[in-house]
């Protein structure tokens, strides 16, 4: 791990809007900052593509390449062209241009990493954004709710219908079953300084990271300082009704070996009292400290990329931080950090 007063080597893990912000808060530390997305996107364009070519899906590989593009004037036409979204009725009509870029290149190059770096090469990035698994994977889930008992559990396949289910997914699965790791993304988090999960949608872009064992395995060695980003509240369908609490169970349940050094939550999402002691001793599942911090932009459901960057770089400059996590606290009020505000 390189001295706190250089740039840390950043790897996120995630996807779609909640990795977006992780990134934005990221490249404000560091010039080095890879993404390792989640693969398993059934929906919109990326549905279509991975349907008809048998690609990745690209969609949320090309949200990540889009928020650690160059700030340069002569960039940015090309990163709002990469977001840019065909309208019309036609063939085209929904489809994002990065994604057919990004489906043309592999088809080109033979190797979706390749074409994942051909067009971070032209967005000038000097980080990576790399698939989680280089094989389009499916996300499968138990859900409760759905029968006339509620007691029983249905199974229901598919990102988009985990993500929109009126039901309460219990517990999620890859198929195919352990899938392989991208070589390059076990790489990146063995030597990384900080590693960075969450937020985003929790059963279907941040739990199914810990699903792919080489990752997993990966992510209980590094020596790396993780930290896991809370949401700012539950998501409509995946965790309508969750407490912040519940987020940690489930994604403990699905990986329990799995350490973090501290849990980032936002400050007014999770009022002093009870529920501040329960996440707690929910974060000492993890071994990790609970630092609670205004990380929202106004008004909203999104996480402020100054705000959460400000926050990542305490973490990181903070001499004990390195420690905090090796040893869990013997009480709620140990495993509570200080509020930075």
Request: hydrophobic share 45%; glycine share 10%.
């Amino acid at each position: 791990m390189r001295p706190v007063h250089q740039a840390p080597a950043i790897v996120a893990l995630g996807g779609g809007h909640g990795l977006f912000a992780t990134l934005s808060a990221a490249r404000r530390l560091s010039r080095d900052v890879t993404a390792v997305v989640t693969v398993a996107d059934d929906g919109g364009s990326s549905g279509r593509l991975r349907a008809e070519l048998g690609v990745i899906p690209p969609g949320d590989l090309r949200m990540a390449l889009a928020a650690l593009a160059a700030d340069d004037p002569e960039v940015q036409d090309w990163t709002d062209t990469i977001q840019h979204r065909f309208g019309g009725i036609g063939a085209l009509a929904g489809h994002s241009v990065g994604n057919l870029i990004l489906a043309g290149l592999t088809e080109v190059l033979g190797d979706p990493v390749a074409a994942l770096d051909e067009l971070a090469r032209l967005l000038r990035i000097d980080g990576r954004v790399l698939p989680m698994s280089p094989i389009a994977l499916d996300i499968e889930a138990d859900v409760q709710g759905l029968e006339a008992d509620p007691r029983v559990s249905r199974c229901i396949r598919g990102q988009v219908a985990v993500a929109t289910t009126p039901g309460k997914v219990r517990r999620v699965r890859l198929l195919p079953a352990n899938p392989p790791a991208c070589p390059d993304a076990v790489r990146a988090i063995d030597v990384a300084d900080m590693v960075v999960l969450g937020p985003g949608s929790w059963f279907s872009s941040v739990i199914p990271h810990v699903l792919v064992p080489e990752l997993l395995d990966t992510l209980i060695a590094t020596p790396a300082r993780k930290v896991l980003v809370l949401n700012l509240a539950p998501e409509p369908g995946e965790t309508a009704g969750f407490s912040t609490e519940r987020h940690l169970h489930v994604l403990s349940q699905h990986a329990p070996e799995l350490t973090v050094d501290f849990v980032v939550v936002d400050s007014g999402s999770v009022p002093p009292g009870r529920e501040r002691e329960h996440l707690a001793r929910a974060a000492g599942q993890f071994r990790a400290r609970v630092v609670y911090a205004d990380v929202s932009e106004h008004g909203t459901h999104t996480h402020h990329a100054g705000k959460l960057a400000s926050v990542l770089e305490q973490l990181w400059s903070d001499p004990e931080a390195g420690s905090r996590g090796s040893e869990a606290a013997e009480t709620p009020e140990e495993r509570e950090s200080a509020s930075w505000q």
